[in-house]
C-alpha cells in the first residue's frame, strides 16, 4: 500500500474542508478524483501530495511554471535532483544536448516541439498546462498527482496527454472535471460531496448517471 | 418634515481615519512651527538670488576640467558603490530571514551616506574607498530589503513541484530568480540613479565629485560655473537610459575602480586606532583602572551628552521633520496635476514634467546648500528645499498614478475634477508614497546639521571638527535609532490604514 488515510480531516487552517476521509491508495490504482469545484479535490490531493512528495510527480491546478524560462528548462526542471549544482548551472545557460535529447520525445509526444525554447510566459494556457504535464513525465516519480491536468486542453489533446500520463506511470491520481474522460480512463473514481468521500468504486460498469448525485444541490442521495 | 433622522443616525459626516491621521500630521506640524527657526538672516537675499539667476542663464561651459572631472568622478563613484551595494545586497538577501542579518541592513541603511563618508574619512582619508563605501554600505542595506521582497515574489506553485531534494542553489537559480530578475534589475538601475546624486552630495565632504566643484564656485560666488555643473549633472540624469547600457555596463565596472581619484594612503594603524582609542568613550579611555570613579565619569560623560546635544538634536530633528513632511504633502498635490493627463495638455504637461526632473534629480542636500545661501542658516531653507525635492518625487509618481484612474465621460472637470473625482481617489496612494517618504525625509534632516541647522547632525559634525570620535559614535547611533522608531511608526501607520506596505513596487 502507498498511503492510508484513516478518518482524517483535511483542510486550510481553522476550516476543514474534507473530514472523516478514509481511503487507501495501492500501486497500480488509476484513481479519478471527481466533484464539484469546490467539494474538496484539490485539498485532498494536496493531502496525499504532502505524504508522497518523495515518489510523487505533480501537475498543480496553475502549471507552476517559471514564465522568463524556456519549456525546455521547465521540463528539465523536474531532474534538478539528479544532476549536480554545477551541472544544473551550465545546462540553465547553456542546454547540454543530452538533456534536449530526453525532453524531445515528451514535447513531440503533446504538440510542443517548436514551442521549446520559447519562453513559458508566452504560451496559451492550454500549452502552459501540456509543459506542466512534460514535466511531470520527465520526473523520476513512481505516482503523479494532477490537479485537473486537461482542463485548458482540447479533446483530442486531453486524450493525448491522459494516454501518457497512464502509460508512464503505474499509479495516476488525477482531479478531473470531465467526468466522461474520468470513466474512461479511471480504474477507481472517488466521488467528493459536502465536505466527504461520497462515493469510491472500482470503476467497473459505472456509469455516468450514477455520478450525478455528486453534483446536485441540496438533497444528500446516497446510491 | 418629512424626513427625520433616526436616532443616532449621522448626522454630520464622519471622517475617514486617513483624513483623522493627516490632520493629526497637519497639527503636530503647525505646534512643531512655534519651536522652529524660520529667520532669514542675509542681508540682501534678492540681490543674492538675481546674481544666482543670471549665473543660470550665463552658465560658464568653458571651465572644462573641472566640469569633466566632476561628472567623470561622480559617475565613477557611483558605479563601483552601487556595484558593490548589488553584490552585499543580492548575498545578504539569502540571509535576510535571520534577524541580525535584518537588524544590520536596518542600521546600515538608517545612516545617511555623509554620515559614513565622514565615518570613513577618519579611517581612510580621502581614499576613494572612503566615497565607494559610504555609498555600498547603505545602499547595500537597501538592496538586501528589496530583493529579498522581491525574491518572495517567486512563483510559489513552481516551487511546489519540484522534485524533492532538488539543490538549495539550482533551485534558487531555476525557479526563485528568473521571474523576479527583471525587478532586481530595474530596481538596481533605480538605485545607480539614486547613486549618482548620493555621489554627488559626497563632494561636500571633499571627495573629488560634483558637491565639491559646486560647493567651490558657490564660495567664489561663480554662480555661472555653479550652473553650468549643475546643469551638466541634469543631462547625465536625463540621458542615464542612453549611456547604461547592459553592453557597456561591464566595460564602465572594469574602468571605473581605476578612475576614482583620490589619496591612496590608507595606514593600518589609522584603522587600528579607531576602532581601539578613537571610539572608545573619553572616560574609559583614559581611565588607568576601571573603578567607581570612571563610572561616574562616564556617567557625567553620558548625561553632558544627552541633555545637551542629543536631546536638542533630536527635538530639532523631528520639528524639522515634521514641517517638511506635511510641506511635501501640500506641495505633492500643488505639483501632481502639473503632469497629469487629467489636467493640462500637451504643452503644460511638458512645462510641468521638466520642472519636476529638474527638482527631483536636484538632491536635496544641493538644493538646501542653495536655499541656505539666500536666506541663511535657518530651517526654513531646508524646509522649502525638502518639500520642493519630496514633494517633485511623489508628485511625479501620483501623476503617473492619476492618468490610469477612469472617470465617466460627463464628470467634471478643472478644480471641482481635483477635488471630487481625482483626489479621493489617489489620496491613499499619496499617504503611502508620503510615509514611506517620512524616514527619508528624517535621514536627511539630521545630515543637514552639517550645514549649520542645529539638527542631530549639527552636533556630530562639531564633535568630529573637535576630534571626539567617541560623542560622533554615540551620537549617530542616536541618530540610527530615531530613524528606525520613525521607520517603524510609518509602517505601523500604514498597515492601520491598509496602504501597501512593501517599498519595492514603488520607487520612492
Known amino acids: ?223 | 418634515m418629512i424626513f427625520t433622522p433616526e436616532p443616532g443616525a449621522a448626522t454630520r459626516p464622519r471622517y475617514s481615519m486617513a483624513v483623522r491621521i493627516s490632520l493629526l500630521f497637519v497639527a503636530i506640524a503647525l505646534v512643531s512651527l512655534i519651536f522652529a527657526d524660520l529667520a532669514i538672516t542675509t542681508l540682501d537675499p534678492w540681490t543674492e538670488l538675481g546674481r544666482m539667476a543670471w549665473g543660470v542663464v550665463t552658465p560658464d561651459f568653458f571651465a572644462v576640467e573641472s566640469i569633466g572631472s566632476a561628472v567623470l568622478q561622480t559617475i565613477a563613484f557611483a558605479l563601483v558603490g552601487v556595484a558593490l551595494a548589488a553584490l552585499m545586497g543580492f548575498v545578504l538577501a539569502q540571509f535576510f530571514h535571520i534577524g541580525p542579518v535584518r537588524w544590520l541592513c536596518a542600521i546600515a541603511r538608517s545612516i545617511h551616506e555623509i554620515f559614513w563618508a565622514l565615518i570613513f574619512l577618519q579611517i581612510f582619508g580621502l581614499s576613494p574607498l572612503t566615497g565607494v563605501l559610504a555609498i555600498a554600505i547603505p545602499y547595500a542595506g537597501i538592496c538586501a530589503k528589496v530583493y529579498a521582497e522581491t525574491l518572495d515574489e517567486a512563483p510559489p506553485a513552481a516551487l511546489r513541484v519540484l522534485p524533492v531534494g532538488a539543490p538549495v542553489i539550482s533551485t534558487f537559480f531555476y525557479v526563485r530568480l528568473p521571474d523576479v530578475w527583471v525587478h532586481i534589475k530595474n530596481y538596481t538601475y533605480y538605485r545607480f540613479e539614486c547613486g549618482l546624486r548620493s555621489s554627488a552630495v559626497l563632494g561636500f565632504v571633499g571627495l573629488p565629485t560634483l558637491g565639491y566643484y559646486l560647493q567651490t564656485a558657490f564660495s567664489e560666488g561663480n554662480y555661472s560655473e555653479a550652473a553650468a555643473q549643475l546643469i551638466m549633472f541634469y543631462i547625465m540624469i536625463a540621458t542615464l537610459r542612453l549611456w547604461v547600457r547592459p553592453k557597456l555596463l561591464g566595460l564602465y565596472l572594469v574602468a571605473a575602480p581605476f578612475l576614482l581619484s583620490g589619496t591612496s594612503d590608507i595606514r593600518f594603524e589609522n584603522i587600528a586606532r579607531f576602532f581601539s582609542e578613537d571610539i572608545v568613550p573619553a572616560p574609559l579611555r583614559n581611565a588607568e583602572q576601571f573603578d567607581a570613579q570612571v563610572m561616574a565619569d562616564l556617567a557625567e560623560w553620558l548625561g553632558m551628552l544627552l541633555t545637551d546635544q542629543a536631546l536638542p538634536g533630536i527635538v530639532a530633528t523631528v520639528v524639522l521633520t515634521q514641517i517638511a513632511l506635511v510641506a511635501t504633502g501640500m506641495l505633492t498635490l500643488a505639483f501632481f496635476p502639473l503632469i497629469s493627463e487629467k489636467f493640462f495638455g500637451r504643452i503644460g504637461r511638458t512645462i510641468g514634467h521638466v520642472f519636476l526632473v529638474v527638482m527631483r534629480s536636484t538632491p536635496e542636500f544641493i538644493l538646501v546648500y542653495i536655499f541656505l545661501h539666500l536666506w541663511g542658516p535657518s530651517m526654513l531653507p531646508a524646509i522649502v528645499a525638502l518639500a520642493l525635492h519630496n514633494g517633485a518625487i511623489i508628485g511625479h509618481l501620483l501623476g503617473r498614478y492619476s492618468d490610469e484612474i477612469g472617470l465617466r465621460p460627463d464628470s467634471a472637470s478643472g478644480v471641482n475634477r481635483y477635488a471630487f473625482e481625482i483626489v479621493p481617489r489617489l489620496y491613499g496612494q499619496f499617504l503611502a508614497y508620503l510615509f514611506y517618504r517620512w524616514e527619508i525625509i528624517m535621514r536627511e534632516t539630521a545630515i543637514l546639521g552639517i550645514l549649520g541647522i542645529a539638527t542631530l547632525g549639527f552636533y556630530i559634525d562639531s564633535a568630529l571638527a573637535d576630534i571626539r570620535l567617541d560623542r560622533v559614535m554615540l551620537l549617530l547611533l542616536i541618530t540610527a535609532m530615531l530613524n528606525l522608531v520613525i521607520d517603524g511608526l510609518s509602517r505601523y501607520i500604514r498597515a492601520r490604514l491598509k496602504l501597501s506596505t512593501r517599498v519595492a513596487s514603488c520607487q520612492v
Open chain 1, 1 to 223: 500500500m502507498l498511503l492510508e488515510l484513516q478518518n482524517e480531516t483535511l483542510g486550510y487552517g481553522q476550516e476543514p474542508v474534507l473530514s472523516g476521509v478514509s481511503i487507501a491508495i495501492n500501486p497500480g490504482d488509476r484513481i479519478a478524483l471527481i466533484g464539484e469545484s469546490g467539494a474538496g479535490k484539490s485539498t485532498l490531493l494536496g493531502a496525499i501530495q504532502a505524504r508522497l512528495a518523495q515518489q510523487a510527480a505533480l501537475i498543480p491546478q496553475n502549471p507552476g511554471l517559471v514564465a522568463t524560462l524556456t519549456v525546455f528548462h521547465n521540463i528539465y526542471m523536474a531532474r534538478l535532483n539528479q544532476h549536480s549544482t554545477a551541472y544544473n548551472l551550465l545546462n540553465l545557460v547553456w542546454p547540454q544536448r543530452r538533456e534536449i535529447d530526453a525532453v524531445r520525445p515528451l514535447v513531440q509526444r503533446l504538440g510542443l516541439e517548436e514551442k521549446l525554447f520559447e519562453r513559458a510566459g508566452s504560451l496559451s494556457g492550454g500549452q502552459q498546462q501540456r509543459v506542466a504535464v512534460c514535466r511531470a513525465l520527465h520526473q523520476e516519480a513512481d505516482l503523479v498527482l494532477g490537479d485537473e491536468p486537461v482542463s485548458a486542453v482540447d479533446n483530442y489533446q486531453s486524450r493525448t496527454v491522459l494516454d501518457a500520463l497512464h502509460e508512464r506511470f503505474d499509479t495516476v491520481v488525477l482531479a478531473m472535471h470531465d467526468v466522461e474522460l474520468a470513466l474512461q480512463y479511471a480504474s477507481r473514481i472517488i466521488g467528493l460531496k459536502d465536505g466527504r468521500v461520497a462515493l469510491d468504486e472500482a470503476n467497473i460498469g459505472l456509469r455516468l448517471s450514477d455520478l450525478d448525485f455528486l453534483y446536485q444541490v441540496g438533497d444528500d442521495l446516497h446510491p
